[in-house]
């Protein structure tokens, strides 16, 4: 080897250890508050936004971004609870200000001077969205939205018409995965992945045609995207679990720092960057949503270590307002009403608009002939009708629970042996705040709370023999421990603990999911348990002679295509555990230990009527046949699909729960855990009950509760009058 060859390996070496041993000291400049995603808006006085997902306000906040250290907030909006917040620039001559909540679905429009919410722009799009990216076009000129959720990304278009600020959906296609964090480089290259996930790419276009997406590496940790516009080239930074790293665009790295001064940093993902150059920052900065130890919030660096670990000259001169073409082409056609793009002579209309001009204002399925077309793609439902194209069935809660805990999850119905009305409604809390059950009367009133370990799904055991006694027993998969949990009902309904109520699982196993079996067979009662990669586990629930409960692993097998599961309930009468898989869909398993392991797929995710992420799954079993219905929740529409209990599980309908105004009670959105029985319970559940989780619960004041309700439903509204008489009950 030459000297010369010699001296650069060297130095490249040098240069690698700097690298790994550079640090960034991050400051939290913006706490009190939970985030996923936040973004700069460039100006002279520069700001920072980040959505608000946890407080009872919701919305989004807008800080100072010219602060050293901790960033006066300027905004706080209170659009009901969200995740994302992104400014988009230009429109007819005004910068503006984008979000969607999770609460109702409606993207919002604001100006970005004085953060004024613009009228007549609110645009409904159904779904649990993760992140949003803006691109605008090298060739238009035009600012296009990629608002990314459940394995699909709406493509928007933002313009000005009449003054007026237009959303319009240009088209919807496929992913994967569920993208949480995105980032655009200047050639409209869009990356996107999400913890535990590959990375991405796809090539955004003005055309109807869906992009291809392409998978570009599993060996990048990602928590947080964004784009470095270097002069003419563009780099892509990544920040994981405790680093910042920087990519060329073929993902060369090119130099990584470490992310220091908040203890026990957990990165929660939106990372965002402002190249301008302020006192402190004289590189610029970036920014992500944190948990640390003490606060929560946003986080803030500087970027002068990593630009310099990775040779890349400082670019603070960027400004995303600078026109992208000088003799820009139009695709959108005036030929085409301004709503279509021209190709090869012929008009290929945007969503919502079609004729050989696009028109005429078209919508999904023409709103079912449940209601009326008033806007493209925007139907006005008729009463009893809801969802994007009417064809959901829309009921209305006739109460909720009281407020308790900050995440609840999953709720299960007890019924009296003898006082149907004195029946009660357990529940589960999954976070720290609140961790544990609780137990509600049929109005909803909370009777109990009871500390676990995190608890998950939970479901009832009714008459297990514990010693000589035949004792109704709650069982939950808790989180925090890792282990079985189980509980005692007593005669008023409300919960004790028992001897052996805590149950192991294998070391190394991380409980999530779970659900109950007792063998119309044998006669045994069972337990299962799964994890996030689909690993389900069963157990014998026994009890020895002095009622000290018990549990012996019998089974072990993988759910689905194995992906992520949770929800799960099993038919005693038919021996069936039905399973969901969120991604993917609903599937069904022999429920006997020694049963079959290959499950059945009943219902699939993108079949037209299942949406992502399938959650809860509950069975309403006719009295004395083998009729009866399947529920299942798509948190992704918050919406609820009814299938038939009978093989082959043929599809009933959907339904949603719609504000009841006159009750005060809001709509159910991004639904979790549910549970129904048939039976009578009292008058106002005749033909039996419905109840669901609600993650995102709307004051009557305004505003996103901070701790979770859940709502209870007559099942004879869902199901209509001749369905629960065909029950038996």
Not at 666 to 674: L, P
Request: hydrophobic share 35%; net charge negative.
């Amino acid at each position: 080897m030459s000297r010369l060859a010699c001296c650069l390996v060297f130095v490249s070496l040098i240069l690698q250890s700097f690298a790994r041993n550079a640090n960034v000291t991050l400051i939290p400049a913006a706490i009190g508050f939970e985030a996923d995603n936040t973004a700069f808006y460039y100006s002279s006085s520069p700001l920072l936004l980040a959505n608000d997902g946890s407080a009872a306000e919701g919305g989004f906040r807008v800080f100072d971004a010219k602060r050293v250290s901790q960033w006066d907030e300027v905004a706080h909006l209170k659009t009901g609870r969200s995740k994302v917040a992104v400014p988009v620039y230009d429109i007819g001559g005004r910068d503006i200000v984008i979000t969607i909540a999770a609460t109702d679905s409606v993207m919002r429009a604001f100006e970005a001077i004085g953060l004024v919410e613009i009228q007549n722009t609110k645009k409904y799009i159904l779904s649990d969205w993760s992140t949003l990216c803006g691109w605008r076009s090298a060739i238009s000129g035009n600012s296009y939205l990629f608002l990314f959720g459940k394995k699909m990304v709406v493509q928007l278009l933002v313009r000005s018409q009449k003054r007026q600020v237009q959303i319009l959906e240009v088209q919807t296609f496929p992913i994967p995965i569920e993208g949480e964090s995105c980032a655009v480089l200047r050639d409209g290259t869009v990356f996107f992945s999400a913890e535990d996930q590959p990375l991405y790419s796809f090539t955004a276009s003005e055309s109807l045609q869906a992009p291809k997406i392409k998978i570009l590496t599993q060996d990048i940790p990602t928590f947080g995207l964004a784009a470095y516009h270097a002069g003419s080239e563009d780099f892509l930074l990544v920040v994981d679990s405790e680093s910042l790293h920087v990519y060329d665009r073929n993902l060369g790295q090119k130099g990584s720092v470490l992310l220091t001064g908040i203890p026990d940093l957990s990165v929660e993902g939106g990372l965002s960057i402002l190249q301008s150059a302020s006192k402190g920052y004289p590189s610029g900065a970036f920014a992500f949503a944190f948990e640390g130890e003490e606060d929560t919030g946003v986080a803030i660096g500087s970027l002068q270590a990593i630009l310099a670990v990775s040779h890349i000259g400082p670019n603070t001169k960027f400004d995303p307002n600078d026109k992208t073409c000088r003799k820009c082409t139009q695709p959108i056609s005036k030929k085409c009403s301004n709503n279509g793009f021209r190709q090869h002579g012929a008009c290929y209309c945007f969503v919502g608009f079609s004729g050989r001009d696009c028109s005429k204002v078209t919508c999904q399925n023409s709103c079912s002939r449940h209601g009326s077309c008033i806007a493209p793609n925007t139907c006005k439902c008729a009463p009893g009708r809801s969802g994007p194209d009417c064809s959901f069935v829309a009921v209305k809660a006739k109460f909720e629970t009281d407020a308790n805990g900050g995440d609840g999850d999953d709720p299960a119905i007890w019924i009296h042996p003898t006082r149907p009305d004195q029946s009660r409604i357990v529940t589960t809390t999954k976070s720290d705040e609140g961790a544990g059950f609780a137990v509600f009367d049929l109005k909803g009133k909370l009777l109990q709370h009871m500390p676990g370990e995190e608890p998950n799904n939970v479901d009832v055991i009714y008459n297990f023999t514990m010693g000589a006694q035949g004792t109704d027993l709650t069982f939950a998969a808790c989180r925090g421990d890792n282990t079985l949990c189980l509980l005692k009902i007593n005669s008023t309904g409300l919960l004790e603990s028992v001897h052996g109520g805590i149950q192991p699982t294998p070391e190394d196993y991380e409980v999530y999911g779970s659900c109950t079996y007792r063998s119309p067979k044998s006669g045994r009662q069972y337990l299962f348990v799964n994890n996030k990669d689909a690993e389900y586990l069963q157990y014998e629930l026994s009890s020895t002679a002095d009622g000290t409960l018990q549990t012996n692993l019998v089974r072990k097998f993988t759910g689905g295509s194995g992906g992520q599961v949770e929800g799960c309930v099993s038919d005693e009468e038919q021996g069936y555990l039905f399973l969901g898989e969120e991604p993917e869909g609903l599937w069904r398993y022999d429920a006997e230990p020694d049963g079959s392991s290959t499950g059945v797929q009943i219902a699939k995710v993108g079949d037209g009527t299942l949406y992502a992420d399938v959650e809860g799954v509950t069975l309403v079993p006719a009295k004395n046949s083998s009729d009866g219905y399947l529920f299942v929740s798509s948190q992704g529409r918050s919406a609820y699909l009814v299938y038939e209990r009978a093989p082959p599980h043929g599809y009933v309908m959907t339904f949603t729960i719609v504000d009841n105004e006159k009750a005060g009670i809001d709509h159910v959105s991004n639904t979790d855990g549910i549970a129904a029985v048939g039976n009578r319970l009292n008058n106002a559940f005749p033909k039996g009950l419905f109840v669901t989780h609600d993650d995102a619960n709307e004051l009557a004041e305004g505003g996103t509760a901070e701790q979770a309700s859940f709502k209870l439903v007559s099942l004879e509204d869902i199901l209509g009058k001749q369905r629960t008489a065909m029950l038996g009950y």
